[in-house]
């Protein structure tokens, strides 16, 4: 059984800068493409960024092109998301993902396979 770790969320003013990590254990990281999903209060959980682990090919959807990286160290097994510039709309609770391989640039979370317990971002105006 995999587990997934976020750590790294917390409360910063807008314009402020945060980064998230992920801890993956119990697979082998490359097993999956990694993701970072996000769930704002009274709204859908939606996908916000994955890489494959083959290639190091990275999707972010639109809202946070320019803001947001996702990133991975594979010998630490670590999935990362930088996130700069931020925006009271990016408040949310953040979760790590590991997704099949084969979907990594869907955005459907129908093809998550192991999810993290969440990290909270709130950002203050």
């Known amino acids: 059984q995999a587990h997934l770790q976020e750590s790294g969320g917390g409360s910063v003013q807008a314009g402020g800068s945060l980064t998230l990590a992920c801890v993956v254990s119990?697979?082998?990281?490359?097993?999956?493409?990694m993701g970072w999903f996000r769930q704002a209060p009274g709204k859908e959980r939606e996908k916000i960024a994955s890489?494959?682990?083959?290639?190091?090919?990275?999707y972010h959807t639109d809202s946070v092109k320019g803001r947001f990286t996702i990133s991975q160290h594979i010998p630490q097994n670590t999935l990362f998301l930088q996130m700069r510039d931020l925006k009271p709309e990016d408040t949310a609770m953040y979760y790590c993902?590991?997704?099949?391989?084969?979907?990594?640039?869907?955005?459907?979370?129908?093809?998550?396979?192991?999810w993290g317990q969440g990290a909270q971002v709130t950002v203050s105006s």
């Open positions: 890489i494959s682990p083959a290639n190091g090919a990275t």
């Open positions: 993902a590991a997704l099949r391989r084969a979907y990594c640039s869907a955005t459907d979370q129908k093809w998550v396979v192991y």
């Open positions: 119990g697979h082998t990281y490359t097993d999956y493409c």
